[in-house]
């Protein structure tokens, strides 16, 4: 926003209202007007509130808050709750004043949510402006006929995150169920886009209104590019520019419009264009489409592009650009120990910093559509994507298939996920369902809740909206000891590639299982490409044992002991390493996250299946296993170093490291040089004596000498 209107906007907000203002947001050259919708929110939780009362409830009656924000906080690392525990699923309400006369006249003025969970109404001065039922993507609303231009204006969103069930609210919004909490509110950041009457169009389900497909042929780059369009008058003309990382143009068209045009389409030819190459090189191109009359630029919106091209491989798993690419990654929840869904951009910039710390090359964004900032950093870190729609566990509450209501609204949310990240190259597959057959595969759903027609209305409309990207599915069943005898036929085949979330040796059968388990589905299906999309094990910083693999554990409750889940990692990685079949394999998951159904390992309301904890402090050992077999910086990690007071006097010390051998000493004295045998150095039967004892690795790496260290304390029963 122009300094003058920025200025103008707080003096017109403190003149109108004690109220906290909304923050305006600096505008470039060209762009589109924009005010931050941070400050000035009151909120309050209230089941029996209507618009009208709310709109007068006085200031004392209401809780300032900023945006984003949620009201829920869920999960703590003990046995039991406390009242750092929220958990209240119901309407959450927020009212913001704004002032009229301080918005920049001749414009329209659209608020914009990134994101509110669950189910989402907008009033203004007491007008039902519309609703939005989905938590993850963004919505907007054009204002300009509701708002007075000369007074305040008191803008009301109601938030809604009930329970899913038979006659609720959000009866028909998936997710109908999950291992995860919906948290209630506007979590994601808002604002108030103010744009000319004519301008690219921002009423295409939350999508930038400009969709780029780049291509290359025998070296050559193409773009073409479809742009929605707001309001054409006659003399208008739209303006594409592709810059270079540089700031450079590489390529510019220029398309005339007619009155009402809707939509446009041109084309742009790059001349040998640098390829979007995974972490290797991330390079990505900005293009700036621009409406313009004689007057200058009326509206602009840059997105990114990424010259790159894909394909998997039912026997050889995935290339990019034409060179064979093993994937190993992570999945992901959006949520942290204390802040729930209300996560900043550094939040996220920190979360993708310690993924490519480890090495992987592919983050699975389950199971939902993720926020905007982290489709952007999978971009520019080269991460692999696999993002996904929040059809989860069932399609329906009972034996029944999916409703009506229920098939738009999963069909909304698809063509949300799409458009809104369509030109993000990071993003290779559309997954369109998570063990949506889980309720019937354990009995607790008869066969007519069937899943797979709208798996297969989805798979459709994902091929319409793109056809550039295959979509994919995680099934938890097929095959495995988990499911009922009389399973209703599988899942393979609905999309045009799989994934199994398979926890062998955690919830069934045994950690050698999953290899052949995996040869079985391959063989059964031998030309369509499978991955792993989830495998691991809880992990609890507090519980430990001496000898996980023949140490019993209780997947459903307590213990969950850190060694176990290295040891389960370190026999599993192995397994999908081997087969070159795989595409890809997640681990499940990057972070600890809130589940209200996890009473588990050291900590309640929390899946302590991460390799980091759910505040981001410690990363587990299993962390440091996968950093040594997938990363090029050095490594060098005592295990077990949270085990700091010993019952027993005989332990062994393991090191995870990329060196190939370690040197070890102990209370002082050298153990000699241990080898590393597929990044895991081992040392048996060293006896510890009363106290403190100290442990110490190091190896030699052309970078220098990585030293580690950890202190034991022998306290005999």
């Not at 039902?128 to 509701?146: E, I, N």
């Not at 025998?218 to 369009?229: K, M």
């Not at 889940?565 to 999908?576: F, N, T, V, Y």
Request: glycine share 8%; net charge neutral; proline share 7%.
């Amino acid at each position: 926003m122009p300094r003058c209107l920025t200025m103008l906007f707080a003096v017109m907000l403190a003149a109108c209202s004690a109220a906290p203002r909304p923050t305006p947001a600096a505008a470039p050259p060209f762009t589109r007007d924009t005010t931050e919708l941070t400050h000035g929110w009151q909120f309050r939780f209230d089941d029996g509130l209507t618009p009208e009362t709310a709109a007068t409830l006085l200031d004392g009656a209401w809780q300032d808050v900023t945006v984003p924000h949620t009201w829920n906080r869920l999960g703590e690392y003990r046995i039991g709750r406390t009242a750092a525990t929220d958990n209240r699923q119901g309407k959450g309400w927020y009212r913001l004043r704004v002032n009229g006369a301080a918005l920049p006249a001749g414009k329209r003025h659209i608020i914009e949510f990134e994101a509110v969970g669950n189910l989402a109404d907008l009033w203004v001065n007491g007008r039902h402006v519309g609703r939005h039922a989905g938590a993850f993507s963004r919505f907007r609303f054009d204002l300009t006929d509701f708002l007075n231009p000369a007074d305040p204006n008191i803008i009301l969103l109601r938030a809604d995150n009930s329970m899913p069930g038979p006659g609720s609210s959000t009866e028909h919004i998936i997710p109908l169920d999950g291992d995860f909490f919906i948290h209630g509110g506007p979590y994601r950041p808002a604002r108030l886009l103010h744009v000319a009457p004519s301008h690219i169009a921002l009423d295409d389900h939350g999508g930038p209104g400009v969709y780029a497909t780049p291509t290359i042929k025998d070296g050559a780059g193409q773009v073409a590019i479809r742009v929605r369009l707001t309001g054409i008058a006659a003399g208008q003309s739209l303006v594409a520019t592709l810059r270079d990382a540089g700031g450079r143009t590489v390529a510019e068209g220029t398309r005339p419009l007619t009155a009402g045009q809707r939509e446009a389409a041109l084309t742009l030819d790059v001349a040998a264009p640098r390829r979007w190459n995974g972490r290797a090189d991330p390079y990505r191109y900005r293009l700036e489409t621009r409406l313009a009359d004689t007057g200058g630029t009326l509206d602009s919106v840059t997105v990114p592009v990424g010259f790159r091209a894909f394909r998997f491989d039912a026997a050889t798993g995935f290339y990019l650009n034409g060179k064979h690419l093993p994937l190993h990654g992570v999945s992901r929840h959006q949520d942290y120990l204390a802040k729930g869904w209300a996560l900043s951009a550094e939040d996220h910039a920190r979360d993708m910093a310690l993924i490519a710390e480890m090495g992987a090359n592919t983050v699975r964004f389950a199971h939902y559509q993720h926020a905007a900032d982290w489709f952007d950093l999978a971009d520019r870190f080269g991460m692999i994507v696999w993002a996904e729609l929040p059809f989860v566990n069932k399609p329906s509450h009972g034996d029944a298939p999916a409703s009506p209501e229920l098939v738009a609204n999963a069909r909304q949310q698809m063509i949300e996920l799409i458009r809104q990240n369509y030109n993000h190259p990071s993003v290779v597959t559309w997954g369109i369902g998570n063990e949506v057959d889980m309720d019937m595969a354990f009995g607790r759903m008869g066969p007519k809740a069937d899943a797979r027609p709208l798996l297969r209305e989805l798979h459709a409309l994902s091929k319409a909206e793109d056809p550039s990207r295959p979509t994919v599915i995680a099934d938890c069943c097929e095959l495995t000891p988990a499911k009922k005898p009389d399973y209703q036929p599988p899942l393979t085949g609905e999309a045009d590639l799989m994934g199994y979330n398979r926890y062998y040796g955690w919830y069934y059968g045994e950690v050698s299982d999953l290899g052949p388990h995996l040869d079985a589905l391959h063989a059964k299906y031998p030309s369509v490409p499978i991955s792993v999309s989830e495998y691991g094990a809880g992990g609890a910083l507090s519980q430990h044992v001496e000898d996980p693999a023949h140490h019993p554990i209780n997947p459903g409750g307590r213990p969950h002991p850190e060694e176990f889940q290295s040891w389960l990692h370190e026999q599993s990685w192995p397994q999908l390493r081997d087969r070159p079949y795989l595409w890809a394999s997640w681990i499940w998951n990057m972070f600890d996250f809130s589940s209200k159904i996890r009473k588990e390992g050291d900590a309640t309301d929390i899946n302590d299946k991460g390799l980091v904890t759910f505040d981001r402090k410690v990363k587990k050992d299993a962390f440091f296993y996968y950093k040594a077999q997938w990363s090029t910086e050095p490594v060098v990690h005592i295990t077990s170093r949270r085990w700091t007071t010993r019952a027993s006097p005989v332990t062994a010390i393991k090191v995870y490291s990329n060196a190939p051998a370690v040197t070890l000493t102990f209370n002082g004295a050298p153990l000699g040089e241990v080898a590393c045998a597929d990044r895991i150095c081992t040392l048996d039967n060293i006896v510890l004596r009363p106290g403190d004892n100290v442990v110490t690795a190091r190896a030699t790496f052309a970078s220098g000498v990585v030293k580690d260290e950890v202190r034991w304390t022998l306290t005999p029963l």
